[in-house]
Structures are given as C-alpha cells and as structure tokens.
C-alpha cells in the first residue's frame, strides 16, 4: 500500500534551536517527494521536492531535506527555527507523471518557544 | 504572477443541498487538482484535469464531481451534502509540461455543512 507517515503529530522547539521532522514513505514506484507548509488559514507552500540526483535537497526559508532510499526515508530539517516557522508540515509521496495524485502524510504541527 | 484563486473562500451550506467551488489556476498552467482536507482524513485526492478532461480520479462517491473550461479554470460541486462534507476544498495547478509534478495550491474553500 501506499502511504506517507509522519511520527510526529506535534513538536515543540525553542526558537534558534535546531529542527528535524520525519517522513517515512511506502510507495511502489520511484518516489517522488516533497514538503510543504501550511499556516492557519493558508493553503500549502512548497519548501522543496526531491526527484532525483543529489539526496540532500535545499529548499526555501532555509530548510533542507534529506532522502535516504534504504530507509524510505525523507526527513526535514532546519538549523536554527524563527518564531515565524510555526506552522504545519506536510510531506507528500507522488509519482513525476503529471496529473498523479500525491499522497500526503497526516502533517506535523510545529510549535516555537521564546 | 498570480497565484492560484480559490472562491469563495467561505461557505455554509446545510444538508442535502449542493455547492460549486470555483478555482482559477496560475496562468500557463493547464492542469487543475483537487484535495479535501480534513482534521480525521486529512488531505485527499479528489480529481485531476487537463484540457477539460478528468485524467485521474480518487475514491469519493458519486456526489464529488468537477469540470474544467477551455481557459483551464476548474470547478468541483458536491450534491446533496452530507455532515461530513465539512472541509477545507484546496485547488492545485501545475504545468503538465514541465515534465515534473509540482502543484501549487491556491488558500482553499472552507466548506461547513449544518
């Protein structure tokens, strides 16, 4: 079956303190992953996309990610957190066909302590 | 560039009745698709379109339909509404051509259903 999990339901970081959520996939064909972000109100922003190449992937407002096909794996992460990162996290699993769906996870809800 | 337009943004319907939801997808891109974002299920492919025809489709009953015009602006309805309805309806369009699958979603539709 195909499915994205995020362990995580909530996190809570101090600002400036390091961040990492985790992401593991099943999925049956080549993964195609990705992150996004999701502020109240808000739709979802795309922080950064893995396709293929290079397995550590830059992406906007700081934030990286990490796919590790061993582990099925695509984790997150952020050197220091603003206050402003407070958000929820979505990852999601697809195919690179267009018009595909993607399979999102269920999100995680990051929190940031003053 | 305008991004993704979603209208309304808010709505309130009661059961049994029917709502259309109205997306206008960044220009250039040809391919419109729809999500239901829920706290229980959270976020679920509904359909995809391109060239107003529905290449994909999720698992929602009957009641979930969409169309898309030639100016590839989208539209979904749901019929006779049921309390689970109640959702946050997210609009994503893509560039089918690009050879990547990389939505951008608009702020969604927050449906209630009394």
């Known amino acids: 079956a195909q499915s994205v999990t995020q362990p995580d339901i909530h996190i809570t970081v101090s600002e400036g303190a390091s961040l990492e959520l985790r992401c593991n996939y099943s999925?049956?064909?080549?993964?195609?992953l990705f992150w996004y972000v999701q502020s109240p109100g808000q739709g979802l922003q795309l922080l950064l996309k893995?396709?293929?190449?290079?397995?550590l992937v830059q992406g906007i407002k700081g934030f990286e990610a990490e796919f590790k096909r061993s582990q099925s794996s695509f984790n997150l992460r952020k050197p220091s957190v603003h206050w402003s990162d407070a958000a929820e996290y979505f990852c999601?699993?697809?195919?690179?066909?267009?018009?595909?769906?993607?399979?999102f996870g269920k999100g995680t809800t990051l929190s940031v302590s003053s | 560039k305008a991004g993704v337009t979603q209208t309304p943004r808010y709505l309130i319907k009661t059961r049994g009745q029917q709502v259309t939801l109205s997306c206008s997808p960044i220009?250039?891109?040809?391919?419109v698709s729809w999500y239901q974002q829920t706290p229980g299920q959270g976020l679920q492919f509904l359909f995809e379109?391109?060239?107003?025809?529905?290449?994909n489709k999720g698992n929602f009953p009957g009641r979930f339909s969409g169309r898309q015009f030639s100016n590839s602006r989208s539209e979904m309805n749901v019929s006779t509404l049921e309390l689970g309805d109640s959702a946050l309806y997210l609009c994503?369009?893509?560039?089918?051509?690009?050879?990547?699958?990389?939505?951008?979603f608009g702020a969604g539709s927050r449906l209630t259903v009394l």
């Open positions: 994503a369009s893509s560039l089918p051509d690009s050879g990547a699958n990389v939505l951008t």
């Open positions: 999925y049956g064909a080549t993964p195609y």
């Open positions: 893995y396709f293929s190449g290079d397995t």
């Open positions: 999601a699993v697809g195919a690179l066909q267009a018009g595909t769906a993607l399979i």
């Open positions: 220009s250039g891109h040809r391919s």
């Open positions: 379109y391109f060239s107003e025809t529905q290449r």
